[in-house]
Nanobody, 124 residues
Framework: QVQLVESGGGLVQAGGSLRLSCAAS????????VGWFRQAPGKEREFVVR????????TYADSVKGRFTISRDNAKNTVYLQMNSLKPEDTAVYYC?????????????????WGQGTQVTVSS
């Protein structure tokens, strides 16, 4: 397993942008796919986006497609989530997670390692 630490959350007005980072420890990070999930108060954790170990394949939830962009720098053991055109409904704690499988993994149960989360609040 890898250890994951998210950062970059904060308070932003609707229409604004934030960039989240997910920093990993462990020399095998480049063999892990990484997903971002979010959880709003009183709601279940939901899938946001996933990137393959190579960075060549990405899968987005329909709710963020066209607004969010995931990328990774394996040399820095870091995955980024650029969030543009933010909406109040994007408000949640955002988590990154990692696993070593191939393919689309939209369920939180399919990930082995999790970060502690970072709060994103979008005001209207």
């Amino acid at each position: 397993q890898v250890q994951l630490v998210e950062s970059g959350g904060g308070l932003v007005q609707a229409g604004g942008s934030l960039r989240l980072s997910c920093a990993a420890s462990g020399h095998t990070f480049s063999s892990y796919a990484v997903g971002w999930f979010r959880q709003a108060p009183g709601k279940e954790r939901e899938f946001v986006v996933r990137i393959s170990w190579s960075g060549r394949t990405t899968t987005y939830a329909d709710s963020v497609k066209g607004r969010f962009t995931i990328s990774r720098d394996n040399a820095k053991n870091t995955v980024y989530l650029q969030m543009n055109s933010l909406k109040p409904e994007d408000t949640a704690v955002y988590y990154c997670a990692a696993d070593r499988t191939v393919g689309v993994r939209r369920s939180a149960y399919e990930y082995d390692s999790w970060g502690q989360g970072t709060q994103v609040t979008v005001s209207s």
